[in-house]
């Protein structure tokens, strides 16, 4: 209970500072987004369940903030979260670039995937400006920042104890 | 739990759309942005100074790297202004002279050749300039060059693409004028006397010299008729001088010539 606070509070304060600060912010045209990276490092550490559900809180607070539509950026970051989380359970587990390949893909799809609802939607979707104009910029300044926040969002939220991996079977019978 | 948070997400994505700009869930939003506008204001009064500090930084490198710019970029302007200048110069110096072989002042069965000069005295011993115009031009030996002020001198030396023209200032330089008022003649020696003035011809001073283009038999002057020449400074004479006394200023200023006219004879000169 105290880790899903912990994990609210600080995607409060990164979505906070994502709208306030961080989006005002623009070099080389790309601008960091740091709510995503720290949605990245909580499912990491935490698991899919806490991502999901801190990628929801995340996406409303954002739509709130912007006055966007509501459950667009909340579904793209609940299934960010369950991704990244579900990548840390498994094949990220316990490798210390799994943030900075998280990061890294996530930014790109994440991309993708907010131009596809927003096409869908009949809103803005300006493919060119994302992808081209934007997003290697973007991808940079994620992974540049992403190394500092994942160590912050680790001390906030310390990863879940998890059980030792099977190292042998023994037959029976 | 996750398709739970999904398909939330599409629920209320699907009623934002579907009710109007006044309905519950845009009102609720509304609600909620205006609670956390203080947060984001916070937020954006904390970072201020971070971000003050970074826009200065910021404005420093792009004012830097704009002045590189702008200083280039003057260069380059200030480099085509020479060049227009330049040009514009040479587009009024080489109208003068088309406008000089087009008057009547011009000599006839002549044909002016304009040439740049390539290349001036280099001091006051040498009284040549090179012109780039040669042999391949039509440039014959001893072709008189002119510019619309007067007089410049005679080619001395012809190459495929340039020749060298000794200047009326030349110590060897030689030159048969009348006097255009009086028909005084004499020879003016390194453009700045005339010799051979008889006492009793009459030259005054503020005269105009012209060449005097004589022709005896098979000999000829290298100059055509009436070329001007210069102006009578002083005349005077001497009782012990057989000839009179006459300075002459040229008209033709030998220390800023940039192109000039060879004349090419169209019919052979008598």
């Known amino acids: 209970m105290l880790v899903a606070a912990k994990a609210a509070v600080v995607v409060f304060v990164a979505a906070i500072l994502q709208a306030s600060v961080f989006s005002s912010i623009s070099i080389l045209h790309g601008t960091p987004d740091v709510l995503l990276v720290v949605l990245i490092a909580a499912a990491l550490l935490r698991g899919s369940l806490v991502g999901a559900a801190a990628g929801f809180w995340g996406g409303l607070l954002i739509d709130t903030e912007n006055l966007a539509t509501l459950g667009v950026t909340s579904l793209l970051l609940t299934i960010v979260g369950y991704w990244a989380g579900r990548y840390g359970e498994t094949t990220g587990r316990d490798r210390s670039h799994a943030p900075f390949v998280a990061v890294g893909i996530i930014t790109v799809l994440y991309a993708f995937g907010a131009l596809f609802l927003h096409f869908v939607l009949d809103q803005p979707a300006p493919a060119r400006t994302v992808l081209v104009d934007t997003l290697f910029q973007t991808i940079g300044l994620n992974l540049l920042v992403t190394w500092p926040v994942y160590a912050f969002v680790r001390r906030l939220l310390p990863p879940a104890e998890r059980p030792e991996r099977v190292q042998g079977v023994e037959l029976l019978g | ?270």
Not at chain 2, 82 to 94: D, G, S, Y
Not at chain 2, 99 to 123: C, E, M, T
Not at chain 2, 132 to 161: C, F, K, Q
Request: no cysteine; charged share 20%; proline share 4%.
């Open chain 2, 1 to 270: 739990m996750v398709a739970l948070l999904v398909v939330a997400s599409l629920a209320l994505l699907s009623i934002y759309f579907r009710e109007s700009g006044g309905g519950r869930i845009h009102s609720l939003q509304s609600r909620g942005a205006a609670v956390l506008r203080p947060f984001e204001v916070a937020g954006d009064r904390i970072a201020r100074p971070f971000e003050d500090a970074a826009s200065w930084f910021g404005g420093l490198l792009d004012a830097k790297t704009e002045n590189a710019k702008l200083r280039k970029q003057r260069d380059a302007w200030r480099q085509l202004a020479i060049q227009r200048r330049t040009a514009l110069q040479e587009n009024a110096r080489l109208r003068a002279l088309l406008a000089y072989r087009d008057s009547p002042r011009f000599p006839k069965n002549y044909r002016g050749l304009a040439a740049a000069v390539l290349s001036r005295p280099p001091s006051q011993l040498t009284q040549q300039i090179v012109v780039a115009a040669g042999s391949t031009d039509g440039v014959l030996l001893h072709a008189p060059v002119v510019t619309e002020d007067g007089l410049v001198g005679l080619v001395t030396l012809v190459g495929r693409n340039q020749s060298q023209v000794t200047l009326l200032t030349d110590d060897t330089s030689a030159v048969s004028v009348v006097d255009l008022r009086t028909q005084a003649s004499g020879i003016l020696h390194h453009g700045d006397s005339v010799d051979r003035v008889t006492k009793d011809e009459v030259v005054d001073a503020g005269d105009t010299l012209v060449t005097a283009g004589w022709h005896d038999g098979k000999l000829s002057s290298l100059y055509p008729k009436g070329i001007p020449v210069g102006t009578v400074t002083s005349a005077g004479q001497r009782d012990i001088d057989a000839y009179k006394t006459v300075a002459v200023t040229p008209f033709v200023d030998f220390s800023s010539l940039q192109s000039v006219l060879v004349l090419v004879a169209t019919e052979p000169v008598r």
